[in-house]
Each structure stands twice: as C-alpha cells, then as structure tokens.
C-alpha cells in the first residue's frame, strides 16, 4: 500500500483567497485522485491526475477554480481559488496500490474553513 | 437513482452484537467491489474487497450478489472500536470509482 502524506492538514482562509494543497506518495504512482467530502458527505472526485498530461475533471468541477499540478510521478497539488464558505469541506489525495488495481490510499486529508 | 445507495444509519448496537450493512449499485457493469472504513476526522481505509465468492477475515464477512446488484457486509461481535462510518465502494471499467454515502455504526459497552 502507499503511504501518502498532506499539506497543509487544516487552514482557516478568507473568502477570495486560494488554498494550495500538496500531496506526496512514498512511491511513483501513475494516477492520483483527488476527492472532496463536505460535512457529513461522502466522497466526491474532483478530478484524476496524471504526470505529464492534464488533470482530467469531473462534471462540476473546472480547472479554473482547482488547478491542478503532477510535476512527477510522487506529487500533486490542488489549488482551491477565489474560496467561498460553499468550499469549505475536507480535500483528499487519492491513489491505487497499482495501475491494475482499484484498491484506493487516501492521505490524511486538508480540513479548508473559508470564513 | 443513486449509483451506490447504503442506509445511512446511525446503527446502535452493544458490543457483542452482531451488526449486517447492505448496499446496492446500479451499474450491472460493476467490476470491483470493496468496503471501507472511515473514523471521525479520518481519511478512509481499505478494510475488504468483496468477491463473488464472498469472503471472510475475521469478525467480518462480505458478500456479493451480482444478479441483485447487492453487497453486504457483516460484523459479528461487535467491539467498541468498531464504531465507525462504513462505506461501500464500486468501480467500473475506465477507472471510474462511486463512493457510497456510509452508512455509520456506533458500538455502545
């Protein structure tokens, strides 16, 4: 199984802000998912993300408001922009214990309040 | 409809009981099957995959009825630390995977 690891784990911002969150696996990974959970929510997946290409998004979800970066094959960020209360809601990374398999990791998660 | 429906709960049992979860999928394409565990404030974590076979570890037993698009997980002697929210998990071809809502279990002494 991966071992995968956020940053930050919890922040505060102000409304209009962005959030950058970092993501990193202990080892090369292919795909990486990132996921949203709102209170009392389960998983929703914003988009999958693969090095060397661009994020491929979910309905209802747009690059322009959580760009996505996968400079490697260990890394990714998420970048949640012009932040409204709405997007308050914990973020996680996501990946498989393989490219054949669709047992998922998840990392710890980033609890975002916008006030 | 939902493409992965689970009773939300809350179950509350005492510790000993035992404790069955259902989930049903819409999609008969559905390859692979799976519960998960999520504590509060927690990232969820791969407890079992669930094979057409069914399958056994420990305490827990899951089943799969593809004919009925129907998944069970089953707890027998229900621990305190049990207590959970438990979340059925489905993927079809294409990498797609569906979350269910969970369904949240509280084991009481």
């Known amino acids: 199984s991966a071992v995968i690891s956020q940053k930050p784990s919890r922040d505060i911002c102000q409304r209009g802000t962005s959030l950058t969150i970092q993501c990193q696996v202990d080892?090369?990974?292919?795909?990486m998912f990132w996921y949203r959970q709102q209170p009392g929510q389960s998983l929703t997946l914003i988009a999958t993300?693969?090095?060397?290409?661009?994020?491929?998004?979910e309905s209802g979800f747009v690059i322009d408001k959580f760009p996505i970066s996968r400079p490697n094959l260990t890394f990714s960020t998420l970048t949640v922009s012009n932040l409204s209360p709405e997007d308050s809601s914990i973020y996680l990374c996501s990946t498989r214990g393989s490219y054949l398999s669709y047992e998922q990791y998840f990392g710890p998660g980033t609890r975002l309040t916008v006030t | 409809r939902k493409e992965v429906e689970q009773d939300p709960g809350p179950f509350n049992v005492p510790e000993g009981a035992t404790v069955a979860f259902n989930c049903t999928y819409s999609?008969?394409?559905?390859?692979?099957f799976f519960w998960y565990r999520q504590d509060c404030r927690k990232e969820p974590k791969l407890l079992m995959s669930v094979y057409s076979s069914g399958n056994e570890d420990g305490r827990f037993t899951a089943q799969l009825n593809r004919a009925s698009q129907y998944i069970s997980l089953l707890i027998r002697d229900s621990k305190l630390s049990d207590s959970a929210t438990y979340l059925c998990?489905?993927?079809?071809?294409?990498?797609?995977?569906?979350f269910g809502a969970g369904t949240r279990l509280f084991v009481k002494a």
């Open positions: 993300a693969n090095q060397g290409s661009e994020a491929t998004y």
């Open positions: 080892s090369q990974v292919t795909m």
């Open positions: 998990v489905v993927s079809s071809g294409g990498f797609k995977t569906i």
């Open positions: 999609n008969s394409a559905s390859q692979s």
